[in-house]
């Protein structure tokens, strides 16, 4: 059974710029959660979809934005990059919004 | 919404000893909560959970306990080994409307010396 898979690993951009980062969900898990996580910190909540809607959101503005495609694969949009988005992203699926949910190894990125 | 505290933040025991990680968590609504190690340059990986129906749970070397009036649960981790070092998060999941949050500790990072 394959795990969470992002890509990129690795990214860098500059201020100003747009990005987009993928998460294919662990077979069977229809549940995408995205998070960031800065150096040295927790993992802070983004958003989650289920079943291509976004069915929750944490203290992030709308310049995060996101996509679940209907083989639950995810995608994270980031527009107008500021310096402070620098971090891990972490993407996370289970097989319903209840249910444990297992990490991908992340994308690490880096804005100058 | 949800806090979750935990402490301490860095902890140095011998190989053999026994390591102790401690969460609280502030929203009475939380009922799941998962522990995670996150090896340098990794995605956390769940190690444990336990919910709130449970007051303890073990699994080989890891037990979690939660005491759910006081809020508090607590990763214990026995005869530690090298290979134990790592960060630890614990983590308190509640779910609001549709959505499952998960609200992470700021981490305990485990170094088990030779």
Redesign the interface.
Known sequence: ETG?T?SPTHLIKTRGQQVTLRCSSQSGHN?V?W?QQAL??????IF?Y?REEE????NFPPRFSGLQFPNYSSELNVNALELDDSALY?C?S?PQ??????????TRLTVL | GENVEQHPSTLSVQEGDSAVIKCTYSDSASNYFPWYKQELGKGPQLIIDIRSNVGEKKDQRIAVTLNKTAKHFSLHITETQPEDSAVYFCAAIITTGTASKLTFGTGTRLQVTL
């Open positions: 969470v992002q549940t959660s998070y040295g910190q927790g993992p802070q909540f989650q289920y069915n929750g959101r944490g972490l996370a289970s919004v209840r249910d444990t949910q297992y990490f991908g190894p992340g």
